[in-house]
């Protein structure tokens, strides 16, 4: 039997040009490579029971009111916000930290795409550490149609989410798939045999680099590191997904 899919596959350089019909009953991934949906993907790999992305810092605070045993990560201008008790760089979230806990994340994009295009039929984050699971996802899905969401930085395409986005096309089964989807796909085919290299070219992996972070991107780019990746359930956390 050959690989089930769904029947079309779109993919959004940013969160911004998405319309809510875009994504109405549409099975949807968010992809924030570097970092926040890799960091996302990593906690829950590492055993978090839940993780709740909200748009704010003040949301975030005013869950530890509600659930006084919660982490508190994310960043603003890559660093963590006063008073959280993480960041958003996935090595900071060891089993040792993470397992059996509630998280909530919020980041500059990635968690703003995330809340932004909640209209979906069915929503997952992924990165290039699970891509081939977000790709099993879609597949899997009851819905017919595939959108994927780079987040791009504040309105402009990131190029490791647009990458990351190709590595999820390239897992897909046969289907329609955009011009969009297409050119991500070629992007991704281009720059696979050197990851890491352009990852730490592009904009944002530069700026990290410089801010001491190089090694969140060296992590980043580690293709399908995870088996599983966050889908989206009714109560708006998200959860572990790991299916074959
Ligand atoms: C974001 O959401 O903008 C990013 O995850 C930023 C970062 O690298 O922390």
Redesign the pocket.
Known sequence: MGIRSIRSIEVYGTWQEVDPEHVRGKAVVVV?A???TT?LSTMLAHGAQAILPVESVDEARALRQKIPQIILSG?RN?EPPMDFDG??SPLEYPPARVLGRRIALT??????AITRCSDSGAMAAAALVNAGAAARWLCQSELEGGVIIS?G?RGQLALEDWLASGAIVDGLGPCQWSDRARAAHLAFVGAKPRLQAVLSEAN?GAQ?IAQGMGR?VEFSASLDRFPGLGVRAEDGWFRLWNRP
Do not use: P, V, Y
């Not at 980041?107 to 703003?112: E, I, M, Q, R, V």
């Open positions: 924030d570097l970092r926040a960091t960043e890559n960041g958003n980041t500059t994009n990635g968690t703003k987040a930085d944002h990290l969140d």
